[in-house]
């Protein structure tokens, strides 16, 4: 069964070869969508070579529906993205991966219908295919190389997808670290700083404040975990016993 | 010759199949980025399979330095990302393409000189190659399904890079840092490293390993000057000099 969030459906519009279409299935899966239809592929249906190729990825295959053409398979859709690199005259909006998903999340989340259209691999998408969309995805690539092939495409809509079904923080700390609060910064740098003078490190004297003032700042801009304050503590510690014994 | 946009390097660690290090150079020419490095590639080099399935991006194969180890590859980098689908028990920012794309483009229109390293297709990254890195890019994919492969990862983050690079950098990266480079904290690790061993501070032996591991990742992670790495230095070389008086 189809995981029971709303999502868009991924077309692949007369796809040539099943290794392909096993690729796209992956690329499908590892973001979460696990909505296939698939038009008129051109070595029939099932295909082993898809199914070699999707492996972890098999129930995309199984479950997807077959259609004959492009309107029987975005007919109950209410809104369609056809995906290509060149938009070829039609006079349609234009959205790159990221705008169209985010649009996409929105429509889905107000109870809308989406599907977005692949072409098949060496042809691209037709205009006639292509009027059939409200809107053209279109990823800005190198243009002296524009050489995506469809699992890349897929996959890169995908992405996308989740970026924008998600709402990922963009940064995350990793939050397992255990992190050293101020209290135990400020005695690591009393520790260095006291053991280092007796070492004779601030020298010459008219510049131990600043050199003093450099190590705080070290410590304090590093973000240190409880462990690794406890390192730094042993390597001190490790250093004096190491002077003592002589 | 490669273009003369600045851009980050992409740094393949001991790839296995030809074809894999062809795709990615293809997923690299996609968004612009054409400079590869390559770390002991397993089939040897040059690889008439990976020439074969970059057509089109043949040039970045031609102009790819190679390399026997990681710290070769990255020395003359100042920052440098892992990706990793799985940062194991190393604290080390996390981020995602986006942001970490978005945060190399600043810090190279700084002037910086940022590497993006990928792990070999099975293992994934070791973690001594991990330690090596200021922070992980991890790709946001279902947990359910986790597969990106070399290429896949490759593309992503190429696609965030051409993102970032062609919008102008949301985040200011402190330019008036005189950041110390990979081969400078490497230098700094190492002499760490040999003059803790000889304190005697890996103990016991069995926890030597992972106690080096640790130490090395707590200086990668560290956003360190030129000048911070100097005191550093001459910290430990202070304590030495401390215990061989006596």
Redesign the interface.
């Known amino acids: 069964m189809p995981s029971p969030d709303p999502q868009p459906a991924f077309v692949l519009i007369r796809p040539q070869m099943g290794e392909n279409i096993g690729a796209a299935a ?2 499908m ?4 969508l696990d909505r296939m239809r698939i038009i008129a592929p051109r070595d029939g249906w099932p295909n082993q070579k898809a199914v070699a190729m999707a492996s ?2 098999g129930r995309l295959l199984d479950e997807a529906q077959l259609f004959d053409d492009t309107p029987a398979a975005i007919g109950d859709f209410d809104y369609v993205y056809a995906t290509t690199a060149r938009p070829r005259g039609l006079t349609k909006p234009v959205l790159t991966p ?1 705008a169209a998903m985010a649009e996409a999340s929105a429509r889905i989340a107000a109870g809308g219908k989406v599907a977005v259209m692949f072409g098949p691999e060496r042809a691209g998408m037709e205009n006639d295919d292509i009027a059939r969309a409200n809107a053209i995805i279109s ?4 243009p ?5 092939n469809l699992a ?1 495409c897929v ?2 809509v995908g ?1 996308e997808w ?2 924008a079904a ?1 709402v ?1 923080p ?5 939050a ?2 255990d992190w050293a609060a101020q209290i135990e910064i400020e005695k690591l740098a009393a520790h ?1 700083e006291d ?2 003078d ?4 601030f020298f010459p004297a008219h510049k131990a404040a600043n ?1 003093k003032l ?2 705080r700042n ?1 410590w304090s ?5 409880r ?2 304050v406890q ?2 503590h ?3 510690r ?6 003592e014994k ?1």
């Open positions: 992956r690329a899966w590892n973001f979460g972890g990825a990221e990823v800005p690539v190198n002296d190389f524009p050489s995506l890349q996959l890169l992405y989740r970026r998600t990922t963009p940064l995350r700390v990793d397992s670290g260095y053991r280092l007796a070492a004779g490190f050199m450099n190590l070290l801009r590093m973000p240190m975990t462990a690794d390192m730094l042993g390597i001190m490790q250093m004096v016993r190491w002077k002589g």
